[in-house]
């Protein structure tokens, strides 16, 4: 609860401290990110000469119920799409720049982590952690299959320590943890075989296309959202023990080939930030024309943001 409350302190500082340079920007439409700051700015637009569109960008899946107050909501897949706010959502997924991330990047991240140049090698990228990323699952998986390498890219959290320490255990050298910033990702991208990630459910998963975009197969969770992202891929349940590395044995391998090669057409074709370019502006032209209606301060409204108020109060008196 105290974190939480941290969070929201900093987002509405934050949001107040952006309207002054809003004011004085005069712009059509805020496309917003944070749920706190959207609402804000929403309820701060009758300050503005020309009232600007708020655009709220949902990177965390919320169901309708919860969305912020706003003109427009952006969701970026079509799962998410069909459980958010009806009229006011659209969908433009995240991209990957294809220039950077693409087959034929030369990489000697094999060779500077004692690598050998045949071995088969697996990847994961994300935060090393047991409650989403389940790298100990990635882990214990990866260890049935005894020719496989794992390399580890990631942020690393309190979970990290006993998480590395149980891939040395069952592993060996036979692991590599590291952190890299993102341009450098590609290397170690191009140095595996094949991607994968043991989470249950992402809202999207920007790692997917990034590995699809270098021609890796990826294989993840059975989930209808990361089968709408990835498309073409080996979808496991990721709950059950053995499923992964099951889908890395050597028998199975013959099943990566052509994603090898539909990967990077797929990244290009849904994908390339050039062409959601092109779509972010189509969508801001069209919000750009729509009506704009500032908020009507009845009754209602008034004992509603007394209410709000009431339990922001509470909630931090009772932080502290």
């Not at 401290?17 to 700051?37: N, R, S, T, W």
């Not at 997924?93 to 000697?108: A, Q």
């Not at 952690?129 to 790298?135: G, L, Q, T, V």
Request: aromatic share 10%; charged share 25%; glycine share 6%.
């Amino acid at each position: 609860m105290q974190e939480s409350e941290r969070l929201r302190l900093e987002a509405e500082t934050f949001a107040y401290a952006a309207l002054k340079p809003l004011l004085e920007g005069g712009y059509d439409i805020i496309h917003c990110l944070e749920k706190d700051v959207c609402n804000i700015i929403y309820d701060h637009r009758h300050f503005f000469s020309k009232t600007p569109k708020i655009v709220f960008s949902n990177g965390g899946a919320m169901p309708a119920r919860d969305l912020p107050r706003c003109d427009f909501v952006q969701e970026h897949t079509d799962y998410n799409l069909a459980r958010s706010a009806k009229g006011k959502a659209f969908m433009i997924p995240h991209g990957v720049d294809t220039e950077l991330f693409h087959p034929g990047v030369h990489s000697d991240f094999r060779a500077r982590h004692g690598i050998p140049e045949d071995a088969f090698v697996v990847i994961s990228v994300g935060t090393i952690c047991y409650w989403h990323k389940r790298m100990d699952y990635v882990i214990r998986e990866v260890s049935g299959v005894p020719d496989a390498w794992l390399v580890i890219v990631g942020q690393e959290c309190p979970d990290t320590p006993a998480i590395v320490q149980l891939g040395k255990e069952l592993m060996g050298e036979r692991i590599i943890f590291t952190k890299m910033a993102h341009h450098d990702l590609p290397q170690a991208y191009a140095a595996a075989d094949v991607f994968v990630l043991g989470s249950l459910f992402e809202t999207f998963g920007i790692v997917y296309i990034e590995a699809m975009a270098m021609g890796l197969p990826v294989i993840c969770t059975d989930h209808e959202n990361q089968k709408l992202i990835v498309k073409e891929g080996i979808f496991i349940d990721m709950k059950h023990p053995g499923a992964l590395r099951k889908a890395l044995e050597a028998g199975n391998r013959h099943l990566y080939a052509p994603l090898r090669n539909r990967g990077p057409q797929i990244a290009r074709e849904f994908y390339d930030l050039r062409n959601l370019r092109q779509r972010y502006i189509e969508q801001y032209r069209r919000i750009e024309t729509a009506e704009t209606r500032l908020p009507r301060y009845t009754l209602g409204t008034k004992l509603s943001a007394n209410v709000r108020n009431a339990f922001r109060r509470a909630t931090g008196l009772f932080a502290r």
